[in-house]
């Protein structure tokens, strides 16, 4: 032992194999860059997985279990020849808790691009906002635009990069480029899809139900808001996790515009008064 000491050396390095050891280190300085350094850009405030074993439920037994978050929300995003639409709901829950019905789920990116929230609300708010940085420097290095497919890269790589940390994201980021208008897919796994037509929330059964049967690329401007609200409305009908305010966005080559924000029961009056 007096000669281990006397090399600097301990009985963990010195029974441990070479990759254990470089293991050791890489996650030592891993984890020193990104929960501690806040120069990095993409370090978060504190061990998120340090925090999440201080709040781990217990079976009756005493064993440590994950928490089960319920999430709940419907978001849609949809393609079509007049460019893009999202529609939001703005209920913001924690089970069966109602924390705020004026939750704002649609995220300026640009002046150009939008990114939709589904999951842990801080989660995605906050890794919009470093999305947010990240395409504005891309522009003042660039001098031009950052386009859709690269911005959806970045959030992917970052989200991935601290992919097992507990975040909960599932985004649509939107937008309109040099080559059209583009429509992402992304989640806590960094996972990246593009597609045309995407609802994320636990309300999105219901809202494809609508869009199944209304969606085509030849709507007019009008029929795709409309049709973006209703999916929404009768989203929130049926899911007690979705609700509040309905918003509604359309993004085309001259930029997003927001197109309305309605009340689900100002909805559901003006539409049970058409049916009459």
């Known amino acids: 032992m007096a000669m281990l000491s006397l090399c600097g050396l301990s009985d963990d390095t010195l029974f441990k194999s070479k990759c254990e050891v470089e293991e050791n280190e890489a996650f030592e300085t891993f984890q020193s860059d990104n929960t501690v350094n806040q120069m990095n850009l993409y370090s978060l405030p504190g061990n998120p997985v340090e925090n999440m074993r ?57 002046d150009f691009m939008l990114g939709t929230l589904a999951g842990g609300a801080a989660d995605c708010v906050y890794w919009d906002r ?19 497919t690269a911005a959806s890269k970045i959030m992917s790589n970052m989200i991935y990069y601290y992919k097992g940390y507990g975040l909960s994201i599932g985004m649509m980021l939107a937008g309109y480029d040099k080559n059209g208008p583009s429509l992402f897919y992304i989640d806590n796994d960094g996972s990246r899809t593009p597609g045309k037509v995407f609802s994320v929330g636990s309300g999105s059964i219901y809202a494809f ?36 305010i309905v918003r509604v966005y359309h993004i085309t080559k001259d930029g997003w515009k927001h197109i309305k924000n309605e009340d689900c029961d100002e909805i559901y009056d003006r539409v049970k008064n058409e049916a009459k």
């Open 54 to 110: 201080m709040i781990t439920a217990r079976d009756t037994m005493g064993r440590p279990i994950e928490l089960n978050f319920h999430h709940g929300t419907t978001t849609l995003g949809f393609l079509y020849q007049g460019g893009i639409v999202l529609a939001v709901d703005s209920r913001a829950t924690g089970g069966q808790y109602i924390g705020s019905q004026c939750m704002k789920k649609i995220v300026e990116i640009n």
């Open 130 to 148: 470093v999305l947010s940085k990240q395409c504005r420097l891309h522009e003042l290095r660039n001098k031009e635009r950052i386009s859709v």
């Open 209 to 244: 139900g609508v869009l199944d049967s209304g969606y085509k690329w030849d709507l007019t401007d009008e029929e795709a808001q409309k049709l973006g609200q209703r999916a929404i409305f009768h989203a929130t009908h049926r899911d007690a996790y979705s609700g509040g």
